[in-house]
């Protein structure tokens, strides 16, 4: 058993195309874990949570209900309420039965120009609702690991997505850190389990010096980068892999729950 609860989420991304797939595929999801699985039950059972499209979420916190897989948004918006058009804050995330946002998704840094700056903002506002907790994305990119810049890219990533945390808010598991090098995501390019370690323990270090290695050790850090049921295990063997963030894997729910299985 680890000393970090397991955490596996899934991130649908755009997909599926139309309600009544999403339906189908919560529907095949809440079966699965009914039937022979105790999730979020036990400390030593992983935690589990799934990021469908907003306009998806309502039914998926209705049909997941009892089955332990939690609900998060993909992203969220930096704003309480007005006239933000387009936008959507936390709070409402909250009151659509959400306990997840994903943020710094490597696809809205690059695809929307997310900076840290505005990740961080995000951040803090979705840590203004008690009920809410974050998984941060970092990663670097295939140029960037090439030339060995993996730890100064994550580093600056973890140091301005978390500037002005608490460190009591690391201690109380509101933030999950997922460490998803960009050259792995979507590409069937998943990193080793050494690499994925490497990169783990760059991340805590950059954790410790920004605060102590109490917390540093207390974060949960997931891999996420082409993850498939026959990577889990091995990956979840390395000491600082704490669990997965899965993409394109979890649009099918067989597949899903052998990575959970597998964690
Ligand atoms: C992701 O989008 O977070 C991801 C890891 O995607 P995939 O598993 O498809 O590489």
């Given at each position: 058993i680890k000393p970090r609860r397991p955490i596996v989420a899934g991130n649908w991304k755009l997909?599926?195309?139309?309600r009544a797939e999403a339906i189908t595929l919560l529907k095949l999801l809440a079966a699965n874990f009914l039937n022979n699985r105790n999730t979020n039950q036990s400390a030593d059972t992983p935690e589990t949570v799934i990021f469908p499209p907003l306009p998806y979420l309502s039914d998926a916190v209705e049909i997941l209900e009892g089955t332990g897989i939690q609900v998060g948004a993909q992203d969220v918006g930096p704003?309480?309420?007005?006239?933000?058009?387009g936008e959507v804050a936390p709070s409402m995330l909250v009151s659509a039965g959400c306990s997840y946002v994903l943020l710094g998704h490597s696809e809205r840094r690059t695809?929307?120009?997310?900076t840290d700056e505005e990740i961080n903002a995000k951040l803090h506002k979705s840590l203004e609702q008690p009920s809410l907790k974050v998984i941060l994305c970092v990663g670097e990119t295939l140029q960037e690991y090439e030339n060995g810049l993996l730890e100064s890219v994550v580093d600056s990533q973890i140091r301005k997505g978390l500037?002005?945390?608490?460190p009591a808010v690391l201690m109380n598991d509101r933030v999950i850190i997922a460490y998803e090098p960009v050259w792995a995501i979507g590409t069937g390019l998943v990193a080793t389990p050494a690499q994925a370690q490497h990169a783990h323990v760059a991340i805590r270090n950059s954790l410790a010096n920004m605060y102590d290695t109490e917390v540093a050790g207390s974060v949960r850090i997931q891999y996420g980068g082409s993850v498939t049921a026959d990577s889990t295990e091995e990956l979840m063997g390395e000491n600082d892999v704490d669990g997965a963030l899965v993409g394109?894997?979890?649009?099918n729910a067989d597949s899903f729950t052998r990575i959970y299985d597998g964690a």
């Open positions: 997909n599926p195309s139309t704003n309480e309420k007005g006239a933000f058009t695809l929307f120009g997310e500037d002005g945390v608490d394109g894997a979890s649009l």
